[in-house]
């Protein structure tokens, strides 16, 4: 059963930085894509970034380009976020999520199978 799990989420002054981290256990972590989404209170799920199975490739949504950085240490079995210069409006709750094996960064959400329980950023002006 695969399974992961966020950290590294709280509460932090806008212009701070967080770094999350998803821990995977229960497959063969290293052959999928991996990504991460987040949800803020009213409003839908939405793709924040994404990293290809060999790290090698990385996608992220326009208002986190140059903000955030995903990585991934397949030796590990994790993927992580590095949130700098955090914004009010990143409050959310953010989920890590499992793609496609052998694949590249998804934005769609349907592409992913596996999904963490989520890890709360709080971002006070």
């Known amino acids: 059963q695969v399974q992961l799990v966020e950290s590294g989420g709280g509460l932090v002054q806008a212009g701070g930085s967080l770094r999350l981290s998803c821990a995977a256990s229960?497959?063969?972590?290293?052959?999928?894509?991996m990504g991460w989404f987040r949800q803020a209170p009213g409003k839908e799920r939405e793709f924040v970034a994404a990293?290809?199975?060999?790290?090698?490739?990385?996608d992220y949504t326009d208002s986190v380009k140059g903000r955030f950085t995903i990585s991934r240490d397949n030796a590990r079995n994790t993927v992580s976020l590095q949130m700098n210069s955090l914004k009010p409006e990143d409050t959310a709750v953010y989920y890590c999520?499992?793609?496609?094996?052998?694949?590249?960064?998804?934005?769609?959400?349907?592409?992913?199978?596996?999904w963490g329980p989520g890890t709360q950023v709080t971002v006070s002006s």
């Open positions: 999520a499992r793609g496609d094996r052998y694949g590249w960064p998804s934005r769609r959400a349907d592409v992913y199978d596996y």
């Open positions: 990293i290809a199975y060999t790290g090698g490739n990385t």
């Open positions: 229960g497959g063969s972590f290293s052959f999928y894509a």
